[in-house]
Structures are given as C-alpha cells and as structure tokens.
C-alpha cells in the first residue's frame, strides 16, 4: 500500500480557523505558539476536533471519562504542532516524548519514526501506533487533565493524514493555502454515526490504521487536484476540496474517539500510587509547571496537579524506580512498590544545587526516556549542538549561567530569542572552559532564553557535569 510521510512547519502567512490555540497559554494564537506571524498547519483542528466530539456526544464513554477536560481537546489537538515549547503551566513535549519516542535523534512529529519504506515520515504504523496505546494509557491510569492531552496528541496526528500537503508531500509555498484555505466553521459531519473500531486494544488499532490508509489514500487523490487550483490561486474552486478533506478527518476522529472510549472498560486493573510533591517554587511563569512523575524502566508518567498531588491508577503490581522532576529542584529518585491496593508516597524534592536553576535536567541525571539520551536536552539538527528547555524571560531581566565543565574543547552560549524554537536570535553570549560563569541582561523583545553547548562530541555530559539558568525576580 503506498504511503505518503511528512509535515513541515515552515513560513506561510495564513489565516487559521477560529479557536486557533486559544486556551493553550492564555488565549495566544497559534501563529503565536508556532513562529511569531509565521504558520504552516492544518488551520481547522479545533473544528474537526469538536465535529468528532459532538458526533459521540456528551454521554459517550470518553466524554464522561474526560469529562469537563473534554472541551480542552480543541486545544489539546495542537500539542504535536508546539514541541519544544511552554504552555502556561506545562511543557508540550511532556505529552509527546517517552521511552518509546525520546527526543533523539530528531524532534519534529514529522521526522520521529522510521517508515516501512526506510524513511523518517509521520505517516507510519510505529507513530499512530505508540500514540493510541500511549492514549489509552493516559485514560486508563491519569487524571483527565493529563488523559486529555495524550488524546488530543492522537487526534492531531490521525487529523492530520487529511491535511491535503501532508498526503502529496508538498512542503512549498503551496502547503499552507493548501490546508488553510478553510472556513473552519464550515466542516460538520452532522448525522454521522461515529463507530467503535474494535473490542480490544490490538484489533481496534488494526482497524483503526486501516481507517488511517483508506483517508490517506483518498486525500492524496482529492490533493493531487487541490494543488494546481491552489498554484492557480484559485480558492473558490480548492476550497470545497479542502473541505471534503476536512470533514473525512472529523470523521477518522470521531470513530477513534468513540473506539478510545469503548476500550475504557477493558483494562484489567491493578494498584493505585499516588502522594503528593513537595519542593520549592521558582519565581516566574516556570513557577507554576507542576513536578513531572514517573517510573523507570517504563512508559509510566504525569504531570502532578496545581497542588502538587500525582495519581496513577491500574499500576500492574510490583517495585518501581519513581522519578521525578521540577523547575528549582533536583532529580528525585525513590524505590516504591505498589500492590492490588492503595500506595501512597509522597516525594520531597532536593532543591536545585544552583538556587533558583530553572531547568529541569541540569545535571543530566534524568534518562527515562533512553539510556542513549538526555531527558529536556535537544540536539539541533545533525550538528554538535546541544540546547537546554526554554527559559521565559522579560527585556532587562538580569539572567545568570553557572556551569561545572568536564573537559575543555567546547563552548557554552547563553541566547535570547523571540520565541522557544525558532524566533529571531536577539543576542547571543559565549561561555568557554574553564570560565563557569556569565551574567547577561535579557535585550528589548526578548521573550525566551535557553543555552546551547557547541562541538559536543557526543552526549552534552561528555562536555559539562552541571547547568544552571537564573532568572531574577
């Protein structure tokens, strides 16, 4: 069966239905989210996402699973769109990395998994399959805050295999009118019966990626015509086509979600562990993101809640190496067994060896999601660079570097930028062994800042014992 791979954020002025990422952080767009004024995304995800939601309905299973949360998968659904960045209380990448998908080599959805045909693509088996099971996992063992999330990540990417570009591989400056040529308000599959795919995990995700190959393959054919009166520029002819595309997405998103629903009841239990994190706040917006939890050797993990409680449900018996990280805090570890009942731990965070470290792997300590990689640490590209998380910050802060080198042979630079990934690099200040510390003022329109470690050789911790980033009040 052919397949078609790929999305490719890049910059295309385009209007984006309405309902864009607002909710995500503070009602910012997702033009905002992506490149400052630049986008190239499927615009109507929050409208396919709520057809697929009114289609199952109120009373469905997964909606009264998710509950209230339920209305937050109009913003959910961008989450694959905004890797590498911050929500107001979370990082995106928490719902899209684990031991199954870490962060290395590549960080775009769209080049993460090797395809049947020996390239990297986002319309693979592997993807869509990690992510249902991964979906089904958040449903079955967290909260519906964090559930909503994993499934909004799934519903992004099975939207997307009807985004026209996506299915055709156009990657130029035809790929965002080709998906953006949209009243989002006009997509409805009103009347449509969503359908439960399968009666148990591996059967319904079977079908499930067949009903994935059978939009694929029509949404090649509709965006072989939709390219040339895009070319063209004529919209009122590609926009019906476009259409089309959208309303068969609603459809796919609306049987998985009934499927993830109907799968709900069809785990086979296991012990509760929850407890809750105790550790010190940063000052700023990172104050505010909540310990990330999780269990070695696993794909287990939550982000805790505003008050700093974690729970995990249906925990198959048995001992656990718990992890945990938070901004101003050290990695914790713990040993902690969990049997057919109730376990309660709670967790104490060693405070950060630099006070006030705003990154949350500073010492590198935290591998959970490979022994090959550096949990919150990204390699740029194929070069030998490493970068650190983003660090929001204001023009004037006064911001401050500490670093414990290994060896000498690289160099450290502080940069500040207009966004978390891409943006304008505003300024930039070099760090090189054996000086370990660097003071820099935030410039005019700086809104981010994060550290980059240059000639790495291989791991960053080859280079560097200790990272820290301070930001003043």
């Given at each position: 069966m052919k397949k078609h791979f790929g999305l490719s954020l890049r910059p295309v002025g385009r209007h984006v239905s309405a309902g864009g990422c607002a909710g995500l952080r503070g009602g910012l767009t997702l033009a905002g989210l992506l490149f400052a004024g630049t986008l190239s995304a499927w615009g109507p995800h929050p409208d396919i996402t709520m057809n697929a939601v009114a289609a199952i309905g109120p009373d469905a299973p997964l909606a009264r699973a998710l509950g209230t949360e339920t209305a937050q998968l109009r913003n959910t659904c961008w989450i694959p769109d905004v890797w590498m960045q911050l929500s107001g209380t979370y990082y995106f990448d928490d719902y899209l990395f684990t031991p199954e998908r870490p962060t290395h080599p590549h960080t775009s959805h769209s080049h993460s998994f090797l395809c049947e045909n020996g390239k990297y693509g986002q319309h693979s088996k592997v993807l869509f399959s990690h992510y249902f099971r991964r979906a089904l996992q958040a449903l079955r063992t967290e909260n519906a805050q964090n559930a909503a999330r994993w499934v909004g990540a799934l519903l992004h990417f099975t939207e997307d295999t009807g985004a026209p570009p996506h299915a055709i591989l156009e990657h130029g400056p035809l790929h965002g009118p080709m998906e953006n040529w949209l009243n989002g308000k006009?997509?409805?599959?009103?009347?449509?019966?969503?359908?439960?795919?399968?009666?148990?995990?591996?059967?319904?995700?079977?079908?499930?990626?067949?009903?994935?190959?059978?939009?694929?393959?029509?949404?090649?054919?509709?965006?072989?015509?939709?390219?040339?009166?895009?070319?063209?520029?004529?919209?009122?002819?590609?926009?019906?086509?476009?259409l089309m595309c959208a309303n068969a997405s609603a459809r796919n998103a609306a049987d998985l979600c009934a499927t993830l629903g109907a799968l709900l009841g069809t785990d086979s239990g296991g012990g509760v562990l929850q407890g809750r994190v105790t550790s010190e706040t940063v000052p700023g917006p990172l104050g505010g993101v909540p310990a990330k939890v999780m269990l070695a050797g696993t794909s287990y993990s939550t982000l805790a809640d505003a008050k700093g409680v974690y729970r995990f449900r249906n925990l198959p018996p048995g001992t656990y190496r718990l992890l945990a990280v938070r901004p101003g805090s050290e990695l914790f570890e713990g040993p902690v067994t969990v049997s057919g009942a109730e376990t309660v731990y709670d967790i104490v965070m060693p405070p950060a060896r630099v006070s006030g470290n705003l990154l949350r792997n500073p010492a590198f300590a935290l591998r959970w999601t490979s022994p090959d990689h550096r949990d919150m640490w990204y390699q740029r590209g194929r070069d030998r660079i490493w970068r650190t998380e983003a660090v929001p910050v204001k023009p004037g802060q006064n911001c401050r570097v500490h670093l414990e080198w290994k060896r000498p042979g690289t160099e450290a630079v502080l940069r500040f930028t207009t966004h978390e990934r891409e943006g304008k690099r505003l300024a930039e200040h070099a760090l090189a062994h054996p000086d370990s510390r660097l003071e820099a003022v935030a410039p005019d329109k700086a809104t981010h800042a994060h550290i980059e470690v240059k000639g790495c050789a291989g791991l960053p911790d080859a280079e560097l014992a200790y990272v820290a980033l301070t930001v003043e009040k």
């Open positions: 006009q997509i409805s599959i009103a009347g449509y019966v969503p359908r439960v795919l399968g009666n148990d995990d591996a059967s319904a995700f079977e079908a499930y990626w067949a009903n994935q190959e059978r939009l694929n393959n029509e949404t090649i054919e509709i965006a072989n015509r939709i390219k040339p009166l895009v070319a063209a520029g004529d919209r009122a002819a590609a926009e019906p086509l476009i």
